[in-house]
């Protein structure tokens, strides 16, 4: 139980007085992960409608994929990209190993497949005619795409939480690729780690405090913005503020 | 057969072909909808009926021919052309979110802006009688609000052509023939080009300006409604418009229109035109009358006069279904009240009785 006490003060301490620059190691950590949730949303979202929507050969081995993909062991993703990322690898030439960009390319496969599962579940448990439905009213593909996604906003919020979650919780990938540089390239995770190995057990549960604390604060964020849009689709709307800026496309 | 293949053509089809699983489901050489005209499409369970209207809607590619609209061909499923038609189907299909935002989705998606959107949305919703529900939610609707409110979403986009693939087949009758009236007042009004699949007699005969029977994925008849349902073409037809006594009988006299027919020592006579030797006898339930035996005729206007004996009686709510046998079977449609005065049972000998004029004949 000391050591409980121990991190708290510690952890308070760390903020109080920004003891490693912990600030900075937690924006870090806030920046990479969500930089790689924004590309796995961008590619999940994508591929989970095509998994949901088209009839390909292989479609059942790619769902098989994107299954496994969701736990996907971060230290095999890590490896992976380090071997690309390698100075004499096939991607040397680009000199990421060991920086942020390399973090977020590592992190972005880790999330991607989440995102993609959760899209793909939910697009293909919508009523198969709603997007006849969509297309008769005169929709374009995007527009299609655009409406079915807030058909399943708030299973696809889920899916940004859990993109999200599994991006700044890995620590493998991160380190193995990202060096766990102080001042560059250290995140959370990486620091937790590495304030353990030393055996300073009081330092790393503060910056695991200080960790569970920013996902807690992203997730009841998340949370509240999901519970209002379905306080929003399910009660009386005022007829003032009743035009959602829904559409992004109403333009043309 | 006519097939109202008019210059003014809105909307046609022209050799068209949907196959499912190497079944052809759709084979339909030559449809089309002039300006202003409701086509009604009736059939049974099966018949390719969504599967053509899915087509006509540019929301389906056909397998063979094509469709096309104002006379020009189309060319798959262009964007510029669904917009301006509208669907309404079976489900209502609503989405999450409020019923206005529901009605507004599709002027949206063409750019229309949001004051006009608004005014639009609310007039339809208002001439639906659903104005009131404009705030609410999709999810809290009953199947008929729900169903008036897509029918507001489609007027909303002011479409050419409407298409109605059973809009109130999944409505309990008042619902439907509350909703039924809005649409047939709306549709006199606005004189928007639709066709409208069904496979409710009723809704098809009060709605359609012609009426196309399709059956096994073809057009078997298209006509007006009372020459559909008075005259059906063929034998299918004539089971699907619910005539449900269908006999073969040789033509044994003439004597201008009249036509006297043997079927299974019976005489009866009909009316009917042409050459021919054979024809099926055709009968709607609600033509035949059932007499006791011994009954004398009074009323000289009924010229065929048939002994048996009732095989079944099915009570149906006001009415009753009296199957005779009369050496081929004969089905009546009477009141319960007749059915009880006449103490008509099974096992009892009767005599049917129809006018020639309500045996309409099809040629063999």
Redesign the interface.
């Known amino acids: 139980m000391d050591l409980v006490w121990e991190g708290l003060r510690e952890a308070v301490d760390l903020l109080v007085h920004n003891k490693h620059g912990v600030y900075e190691i937690a924006w870090r950590s806030v920046y990479v992960s969500g930089l790689a949730t924004a590309i796995a949303l961008v590619l999940g979202v994508g591929a989970g409608a095509v998994l949901a929507f088209k009839r390909f050969p292989g479609r059942v081995v790619a769902l098989a994929l994107v299954n496994t993909g969701m736990g996907l062991p971060p230290v095999v993703v890590g490896l992976v990209i380090a071997i690309l990322l390698w100075r004499s690898g096939p991607l040397g030439e680009l000199h990421w190993i060991y920086t942020p960009r390399a973090m977020i390319i590592a992190q972005a496969i880790i999330a991607t497949p989440v995102i993609t599962g959760f899209t793909a579940a939910s697009l293909a448990s919508l ?1 198969p ?2 997007r ?9 593909r995007l ?1 299609m795409l655009w ?1 079915l996604l ?2 399943v906003r708030l299973p696809l919020l889920a899916a940004i939480m859990a993109g999200f979650g599994a991006a700044i919780s890995e620590v493998g990938a991160s380190v193995m690729v990202g060096g766990n540089i102080a001042g560059q390239t250290r995140v959370l995770t990486g620091a937790v780690l590495l304030e353990q190995s030393k055996g300073r057990f009081g330092e790393a549960l503060a910056l695991g405090i200080i960790l569970l604390t920013m996902m807690v604060v992203v997730n009841v964020l998340f949370t509240w913005v999901q519970l209002g849009i379905h306080r ?8 003032e503020g ?3 800026p ?2 992004p ?4 | 057969m006519d097939t109202g293949l008019t210059p003014k053509a809105k909307l046609a089809a022209n050799a068209l072909v949907a196959r499912r699983g190497g079944r052809t489901v759709v084979d339909v050489p030559e449809l089309s909808v002039a300006r202003g005209e409701v086509l009604a499409v009736v059939g049974p369970n099966g018949a390719g009926k969504t599967t053509l209207l899915l087509q006509l809607a540019l929301l389906e590619r056909p397998d063979g021919g094509e469709v096309s609209f104002e006379g020009a061909r189309t060319r798959g499923r262009e964007l510029r052309l669904r917009r301006r038609m509208a669907v309404v189907f079976q489900e209502p299909l609503l989405l999450d979110r409020p019923v206005l935002a529901n009605v507004e989705a599709g002027l949206a998606m063409r750019g229309v802006g949001r004051a006009e959107r608004r005014k639009r949305a609310l007039r339809w919703l208002g001439r639906f009688g659903v104005e009131q529900l404009a705030w609410r939610s999709s999810r809290t609707l009953s199947g008929g609000e729900a169903q008036r409110v897509s029918l507001a979403r489609a007027f909303a986009l002011e479409p050419e052509v409407l298409l109605l693939d059973e809009p109130f087949s999944a409505l309990d009758t008042p619902t439907r023939a509350a909703i039924t009236d809005d649409l047939a007042a709306v549709l006199v009004e606005t004189r928007t080009t639709t066709v409208l699949v069904t496979h409710d007699h009723d809704e098809a005969a009060r709605l359609g300006d012609r009426v196309a029977v399709m059956i096994g994925g073809r057009i078997r008849q298209l006509g007006a409604p009372a020459e559909v349902f008075g005259a059906p073409a063929d034998e299918d037809v004539a089971a699907f418009v619910g005539i449900e006594t269908i006999v073969p009988a040789d033509v044994i006299a003439r004597e201008d229109e009249l036509v006297v027919l043997r079927a299974h020592g019976h005489d009866i006579e009909a009316v009917g035109a042409g050459t021919f030797h054979r024809a099926l006898v055709c009968l709607r339930p609600e033509d035949v009358s059932v007499a006791a035996a011994g009954d004398r005729a009074t009323d000289s206007s009924v010229r065929n006069r048939l002994p048996g004996r009732v095989a079944r009686v099915v009570r149906t709510g006001a009415d009753a279904r009296v199957e005779v046998d009369c050496g081929f079977r004969v089905v009546a449609r009477i009141t319960r009240r007749s059915l009880d005065e006449l103490g008509i049972e099974a096992g009892a000998e009767v005599v049917v009785t129809f006018k020639a004029t309500a045996a309409h004949l099809i040629p063999k």
């Open positions: 009523n005619h709603l006849l439905q969509v297309y008769a009213l005169g929709a374009s527009q409406i807030q058909e929003d689709a399910g009660a009386a709307h005022e007829p009743g035009g959602r829904l559409q496309w109403t333009r043309g």
